[in-house]
C-alpha cells in the first residue's frame, strides 16, 4: 500500500473545468490523485493546502530554534517548530508527493516556498557536520525512494523552449528536494492561461494525458517496490 501526499499552492481555490476561475494545477494535482485511487484503492493520500492555508515563513525565531541541538531546545522553541515537524513528519511518511505549482513571477509561490523553507530541516531531512570535509551535508531521506510530481501551470507559453532560462519553478523544487534525497522527479505543465483560446484547451489536453501516463508509470513502479520492501 502506498500513501500519497497531495500539496496544491495556488491562491486560487477552485478547479479549473469544476468551478469558474479555477486553478489549473489544482485540476491537474486532483486529477492525478483520483485516477491513482481508481488504480490503487486502498492507498492512502495526505493532503496540504499550502495555497489557502500558508506555513508560516521562516523567522529568526525558528533559525534558532533548528539549529539547536534536540536536547537543548526550551519550549518555546519546540513550539516554534512544531508546525514544521509536523509538515516533516507527513513528508517522511510519502511514497509519492504530488505538487501543484503555479507559476508566479517566474518562480514558485511564496507559500509553497515558505512550505519548501519548512522541510528543509537540518538533523531532520539533510545532515550537517563541518567536521566531516568530504561530505559536510548529506541527504537524509533517503530510506525508501520518493517519488515526486510537479503539476505546473503558467500564463504565458514556450517556458519548456525558448523561454526555459525564465523557468524557475521546477529548478527551485528540484535543487531542495534533491538536497534532500528525493531525486525521482516527473513533471506535467499547462501553458497558455492568459490566453483562453483553443491553445490553452491543447495544452490541458496534453497535461491530463500526461498525468494519465505518469499514474500508470508509477503506479507500477511504486506497488513493486513496495511488495519487495514487504
Ligand atoms: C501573481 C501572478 C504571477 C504570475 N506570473 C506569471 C509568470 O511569470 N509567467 C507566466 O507565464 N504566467 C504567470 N502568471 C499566470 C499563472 O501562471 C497562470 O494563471 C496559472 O494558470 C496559475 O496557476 P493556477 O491556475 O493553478 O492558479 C502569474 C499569475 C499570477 C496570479
Request: glycine share 6%; aromatic share 8%.
Amino acid at each position: 500500500m502506498a500513501h500519497l501526499l497531495h500539496i496544491d499552492s495556488s491562491a486560487r481555490p477552485g478547479r479549473s473545468g469544476s468551478d469558474a476561475h479555477g486553478s489549473h494545477t489544482r485540476r491537474l494535482s486532483h486529477h492525478f490523485v483520483q485516477r491513482w485511487l481508481a488504480q490503487h484503492p486502498a492507498d492512502t493520500v495526505a493532503y496540504r493546502d499550502v495555497g489557502l492555508t500558508p506555513p508560516a515563513p521562516v523567522t529568526g525565531a525558528w533559525i534558532h530554534s533548528a539549529f539547536t541541538p534536540v536536547d537543548a531546545r526550551e519550549d518555546w522553541m519546540r513550539d516554534t517548530l512544531a508546525e514544521s515537524d509536523a509538515l516533516v513528519a507527513e513528508l517522511i511518511a510519502a511514497d509519492v508527493i504530488v505538487i501543484g505549482a503555479p507559476m508566479y513571477n517566474f518562480g514558485m509561490p511564496a507559500q509553497l516556498k515558505a512550505y519548501i523553507d519548512n522541510i528543509v530541516r537540518v538533523g531532520l531531512t539533510f545532515g550537517f557536520d563541518r567536521n566531516r570535509s568530504a561530505e559536510p551535508y548529506w541527504p537524509m531521506l533517503t530510506d525508501k525512494p520518493r517519488q515526486v510530481v510537479v503539476l505546473t501551470a503558467r500564463g504565458g507559453y514556450s517556458y519548456d523552449g525558448e523561454l526555459a532560462h525564465l523557468n524557475h519553478v521546477e529548478p527551485a523544487l528540484r535543487a531542495p528536494l534533491n538536497y534532500l534525497g528525493l531525486s525521482d522527479f516527473h513533471s506535467a505543465a499547462i501553458e497558455y492561461d492568459e490566453f483562453g483560446d483553443a491553445r490553452l484547451a491543447a495544452s490541458i489536453s496534453r497535461a491530463e494525458q500526461q498525468v494519465d501516463a505518469l499514474v500508470e508509470k508509477l503506479g507500477g513502479t511504486v506497488e513493486a517496490r513496495i511488495e519487495v520492501a514487504a
